[in-house]
RNA sequence: GUGGGAGUAGCUCAGCUGGUUAGAGCACCAGGUUGUGGUCCUGGGGGUCGCGGGUUCGAAUCCCGUCUCUCACCCCA
């Protein structure tokens, strides 16, 4: 029988990945609540009309699809978005505004796997939908994802939150004599001229954009490097188009976080339902690709079939992040720990006084654990205590267990203290590490 | 879909101008240690050298095919 492996980008999580895991959720949980977002789900798999209802048929392409024995078109999801507007369309009418919503959900998508990107990951998504484009939501947004990045340890030194809009874009392009049908070349010139050297991008230009003074002006656009010289920059009929994005910046200053956050005329996104504000998150010297990605869609549920609404949200994928939070060694508390692991030498006093406190403690919420052989010796059991990462060994020795002490050993430090049992139960409730009430 | 790189122990890799029984470090198991772990020392288990074919007295090593992984391009929700 041939061996079997995993399945090209796919991924096994051994107890070491999935500490990984479960902190980063934990951590994505965690800020979405503070950020007054409620968890969803949906399906992993839907109609494969969702998807290519917005994006055309070409997505097709792109993702996992089957049919059912039932003759059904079906997709193994590959984001959550739509998913998220038919779920919204359904109640529009009964759901309390604004909507704040979030998701941690498991995407799969066909393509070829490369650094950042995998056939399976699972991604954060948050979204908000309104009664309309309020500026507040659109901070609130990037304050989510912003908030969540620091609160992991990565600093304004580290990341940056660029910041556009396509609905400005878009005002400031037909300005300078681009016409609607050019838009979409244009913005993907934006988008690609960070990622490629400047003699290539000039060629590309020159290639899709024939007209010298069109090019010249272009040029002349991707000098603008921030807000305040885009005021400048932009003729009269485009600053109301620059108004909410002005509003953003001021807002995001008030929150405490413009430290992080920039203008960046070639931060497009390549998905089409983007309305107005977009941003992407990156690591601000790392080649990595972005590790969070967002924007305003304000007819996304009425492409769907539902009312005009305005919504804004983003995702955050677990790859990128984990490359990134990886580099900056930031990943440390990312693991298994144990509590408590109780150290006996002889087994008959374990089983007399251990594994009483072994049941308490595991009352408690605290892992505990000991060793099964009865007769280690306590280098040995000592040894298993540090490889099962334990905060405590609980010493339990002729010495002190007929004055019903024991030895608290800390781990970490080597410190260790005679305690009775009694006083030793009573201080574990004072323990921070203690992670799982009952 | 296009192009580069790589497949040898669980992991990271050495060995490759063909030549004893295929190696190291890490990890794992055990001993050194009958009240104290992480260090150190000793020993052990673990490999059809990705798979198939060819050349040869002899192949991990050379040739052909094939599969897989990986990086980049395309695309990127």
Redesign the pocket.
Known sequence: MEKI?S???TRDFYPEEMAVRNWLFDGWQAASLRNGFVEYDSPIFEYLQL?TAK?GDE?AG??FSLTDRGGRELAIR??T?PSLARMVNQRINSLPRPVKWFSISRLC?A?????G?LREFFQWNTDIISDSAYEYADADCIYTAVDYLRSVGLIKDDIIVKISSRAMLAELLKSQGFVDEQLGTVYSLLDKQP?IPPDKFTAMAEEQIPDADLRERLMRLQSVGSIGELIEFAPESVQKSIYPLETLFHILGKMGISDYCGFDINIV???AYYTGMVFEIFDRRSQL?AVC?GGRYDNLLAGLGGPSVPAVGF?MGDVVLEILLREKNLLDSAKNHLDFFIVY?DYKIFEDKGLSLVNSLREKGFSTAFDYRRTS????Q??M???QAARFAV?L????IDSDEI?L?N??D?S?KRIAIKDFLKETDKYEFQRRPL
């Open positions: 492996q399945v090209k980008g998807y994006s997505i792109q993702l590959p984001e978005t998508r393509e070829r796997p490369q650094k990107r990622k996104r390549g998905l690709r990605g995702g030498d010796a306590m280098a040995r000592l040894k205590a540090s490889s010493i020795g002729q010495e002190t030895t050993k781990m970490a080597g260790q």
